[in-house]
């Protein structure tokens, strides 16, 4: 149990077009899903929290209007990278949160890995 | 700030046993997690602590202390797949669910 799944696994685009990212949790409802950017060699840096049914909060530095981040139900939430620039290129990690215990666990997706060219 | 220390890199050999110390504060702990993560992968749960003492799954075993605001995650036997990132993550009252997560421990298995 505790999937999680998360497509693309890896995008790579021109400057300036927009990638969709779909983190969906397969066999549990998830209130609240994370996104991570992690660069090589370095920790996870935690994006934004995504709440279902209400917009999501973003961490500090963290571009609103250029991450767009949509939880539409209690399994799915996409992310989008608006007018993608070279320095956007990173993994991409989403997690769910599972309500049953333990409680307030991540499963992670198996994240995406985007390059703009 | 809620800073979670652990070290960056250990090396240890093939069937060998090592422990990978985290620390983190104390006040409104609620829960510590540790998750592998290989490289160019996303991480995978391991385990949770909210009690005191140690939890043991299979190989790998996880204790904490929560008034010294300590925990390890202990591996045995361990295997060359064994080679990865290990993360700590705590969980903080009032804190909308996030993980405060530590740098990684990058433990590195030699034969």
Avoid at chain 1, 43 to 58: F, P, Q, R, V
Avoid at chain 2, 70 to 84: N, T, W
């Amino acid at each position: 149990g505790a999937v999680v799944s998360q497509h693309p696994s890896r995008v790579i685009c021109k400057s300036g077009t927009s990638v969709k990212i779909e983190c969906r949790s397969l066999d549990f409802q998830a209130t609240t899903m994370f996104w991570y950017r992690q660069f090589p060699k370095q920790s996870l840096m935690l994006m934004a929290t995504s709440n279902e049914g209400s917009k999501a909060t973003y961490e500090q530095g963290v571009e609103k209007d250029k991450f767009l981040i949509n939880h539409a139900s209690l399994t799915l939430s996409t992310l989008t990278v608006t007018s993608a620039h070279p320095e956007d290129s990173s993994f991409y990690i989403c997690s769910a949160r599972t309500s049953s215990y333990p409680t307030d666990t991540q499963y992670f997706g198996p994240g995406t890995r985007l390059t703009v060219l | 700030g809620q800073n979670i220390d652990q070290p960056t890199e250990m090396t240890a050999t093939e069937g060998a046993i090592v422990q990978i110390n985290c620390t983190y504060q104390t006040s409104g702990f609620n829960g510590l997690f540790w998750y592998q993560q290989h490289a160019g992968e996303a991480p995978t749960f391991l385990s949770y602590n909210v009690l005191d003492g140690l939890e043991e799954k299979g190989r790998f075993s996880s204790f904490l202390s929560r008034s010294k605001g300590y925990s390890y995650l202990l591996l045995k036997e361990l295997q060359m797949k064994d080679s990865a990132s290990y993360l700590c993550a705590v969980r903080y009252m009032d804190s909308n669910y996030q993980l405060i997560w530590g740098a990684g421990t990058k433990l590195i298995i030699k034969p």
